[in-house]
C-alpha cells in the first residue's frame, strides 16, 4: 500500500470517529442549544473532515462539507438560530458526508446519480439558510454552471 492509499485510510477512520462526534453533538445542540463548545465541536468535526479531504483532493467531501461548515460557522457566530428543520438538515448532511467518505474509501471519484441528486437537494437547502440571511457571497461561494453553489476556495 502506498503513502497515498494509506493516508486515505487513515482519512476513512478519521472520518468515521468525527462524523459520530457531529451526530452525537448535532443531538445535544437540538437539546442545548447554548452550548457553545458543543457548537464548536460539531464545526471543528465539519473543519477537520474538510481540511483532510482537501489534503487528499477527495473534491466531492470538500465542496459539500465547506457549505455544511459555512451554515455551522453562522451558527456558530449566533447569526443563525438553532431550530429543528436545521438540526434535522445538518443531520442529513452529517449521513451525506458518511456516504461520500464511504464511497471514497472505496476509490469512487465521482459519486454516482443518487448520491449526487441527494447532495444537490442538500445543498440547496444549505444554500436556502445562507441566502436569506445574505452570506453566500460573503462566503466566497459562487453558483456553478449546473446550478450548485459551491466553494470557489473549498
Not at 487528499?56 to 438560530?81: C, D, K, N, Q
Not at 452570506?135 to 466553494?151: P, Y
Amino acid at each position: 500500500m502506498d503513502e497515498h492509499e494509506l493516508a486515505k485510510e487513515a482519512f476513512i477512520h478519521e472520518s468515521h470517529d468525527l462524523l459520530q462526534d457531529m451526530e452525537s453533538g448535532l443531538m445535544r445542540i437540538e437539546a442545548e442549544p447554548g452550548d457553545i463548545e458543543n457548537i464548536n465541536a460539531v464545526f471543528r468535526a465539519a473543519h477537520t473532515i474538510k481540511g483532510s479531504a482537501a489534503l487528499l483532493g477527495l473534491a466531492p467531501i470538500i465542496g459539500f462539507t465547506h457549505l455544511v461548515e459555512a451554515v455551522l460557522e453562522r451558527v456558530r457566530s449566533g447569526a443563525l438560530a438553532v431550530e429543528a428543520d436545521l438540526i434535522a438538515l445538518l443531520l442529513a448532511c452529517r449521513d451525506h458526508i458518511a456516504i461520500l467518505v464511504e464511497q471514497a474509501g472505496l476509490g469512487v471519484e465521482v459519486p454516482n446519480v443518487d448520491t449526487s441528486h441527494l447532495g444537490d437537494e442538500l445543498l440547496t437547502c444549505l444554500v436556502a439558510y445562507l441566502e436569506a440571511r445574505g452570506v453566500v457571497k460573503a462566503h466566497g461561494l459562487a453558483e456553478s454552471g449546473d446550478g450548485v453553489t459551491t466553494g470557489q476556495n473549498p
